[in-house]
């Protein structure tokens, strides 16, 4: 199988302070992956490392069998997308031009947009229901429709890479599920890589959950190998219950008091 | 209304375009000696190679005189300025994703008045390549700011622009206070150092237009250029970024390029505030936050509402001269607190 992202011993600091140790990994194509681990453990930087948005040590993540380092900035964005953390937009774009944002790897600087990346873009707003607003001002926006908005956006950039990081932490219930959905329901031709605070969106979203602790991959697998009360006791320092979800058959976890 | 504008983007930066024509004539035609926008109209066009030949009558010299030597050159070096700094405004409020950004966050303005103040006191009165030496001087001060705040906000190869504003501020204030220090020891002086800080125009010539017009407008075009960068960036470094924008080389190449647009506008014409901060919000409160339209309308609206200004401070208290900057508050201040008020009522 295809390996789209490979991470060969990838470390990372900041200035002395070491975030990522020596973390190996590799995600293919048709899996949504979720990051899961306390604040502070380094699933950000991870994202971000991955995404060249901070940019890795030379040899430690390859994407299509190439060191993310010699890709130009461009040409990533063609196979990697990303929705960043708090995306907070106050200026009076209307929702139509920050969709369209997505399309902007593809044309040179002096390039207009074509009929093509319109209609690309009109089909993405469809599917996560914000064709209605394309006229409405991004600062008009409830959270919940500001986030489909981003999710349109990184889908017109149609990557064969999504990462996205806590996209839904300051969400409803309902809008959590909503937005992961989309992305779950793409994933056959795609990587999805989240990181995700809430670990029963993680269980019941994830063929394969990665758990992240001091800059260290503390488990990793299906959601019944690394959601147990063994991990999270030794992660979270929080003794839990761990139940079958009636309905997706995936671990539930329960905090005990 | 804000929709039918944004269809006939085209058609109305015509219209604009030849408003300005009209009221650079009639610029032109302002002051002392009696000249009609007619007669500003019929010398130009007399003068012009081919329609010239054309045309009836005859151009008395005085006219022809006041006309090309004395008030054209001020007209087209106002509107230079005011489209400079209109431009940077709009790049660096994109750049810095802060409304509150002007031309001067960097500290452009208090290195170059430092430079015309070491000048001054110095007295250097001679003039090099039809330059005099206040102008080179502050050249070099806006120049030298520029790269010190470079490198003090830079850290390992990155900018942050937090830490650039914070750099500019503090630069800022440190040339301010040399400046201070120079007056208070040259009392004599002071009056001059004044006066070129507030900026004019009165200056102005043909050799200076020559200099600047190049660097304003090649520059104004390398901003242009970058217009789907600058509107990426709003949305934050972090997505710019994620959709292929290399935010590093932009910020550098934008502010190298709006440094020596600044450069070279404040040392000719002295510090001359609010234009560059104004007419970007307005353009944008009229035509959305897009570069591809903000950049543009921006320069055409910065070259006439600085021309403006500037004509209305050398006619409203004929023959004093108001200071410049000290009209374009005035003027432009009222008109944007208008427009804040219609913006709150409607939203």
Known sequence: ?257 | MNKFINKKRKTFFIILLIAFGALAIVAISMGSANITPYNVLTTILKSTPIIGKYMEGNVSNTHFLIIFMVRMPRVIMASLVGMGLAVVGASFQALFKNPMADPYVLGISSGAALGAAIAIVLNIASTAMHLSVITLFAFLGAVGTTVLVYSIAQVRGKVLTVNLLLAGCAVSFFMSAMISIIMVFNQEEVNKIVFWMMGSFNASSWNNILLIAPIVFIGAIIIYIFYRDFNLMLTGEDNARSLGVDTERVKKLAIIVASMIMAVCVSFSGIIGFVGFIVPHMVRIIFGPNNKTLIPFSALVGAMFLLLADTISRTIASPAELPVGAVTALIGSPYFIYLLIKMKKRS
């Open chain 1, 1 to 257: 199988m295809e390996n789209n992202i490979v991470v060969r011993g990838l470390n990372f600091s900041y200035e002395d302070k070491e975030i990522l140790r020596d973390i190996n990994l590799n995600f293919h194509k048709g899996n949504f992956y979720s990051i899961i681990g306390p604040n502070g453990s380094g699933k950000s930087t991870f994202i971000k490392n991955i995404s060249k948005l901070i940019a890795p040590e030379h040899k430690s993540v390859f994407v299509d069998n190439q060191d993310i380092c010699n890709f130009k900035n461009k040409n990533l964005a063609k196979l990697i997308s990303v929705i960043p953390q708090n995306t907070l937009i106050d200026y009076d774009f209307n929702v139509f031009d920050i969709v369209m944002m997505g399309r902007s790897p593809y044309r040179r600087r002096f390039e207009d947009f074509n009929t093509e990346d319109k209609k690309i873009v009109e089909k993405y707003m469809r599917a996560t229901n914000i064709w209605e607003l394309r006229g409405k001002l991004i600062t008009e926006l409830s959270g919940g429709e500001g986030q489909r908005v981003m999710a349109a956006r990184t889908l017109s950039q149609e990557t064969d890479i999504i990462l996205l990081d806590e996209p839904t932490s300051h969400l409803d219930i309902q809008y959590q599920v909503e937005f992961l959905n989309i992305f779950k329901s793409l994933k056959s031709n795609k990587v999805i890589i989240a990181v995700l605070h809430d670990l029963n969106l993680a269980s019941m979203f994830s063929d394969e959950i990665i758990l992240i602790n001091n800059g260290e991959v503390a488990a990793k697998g299906t959601p019944w190998q690394v959601i147990n009360k063994e991990n999270i006791k030794s992660v979270y320092k929080l003794s839990v219950e761990i139940i079958e979800n009636p309905i997706s058959k995936c671990p539930h976890v329960i905090p005990i008091l």
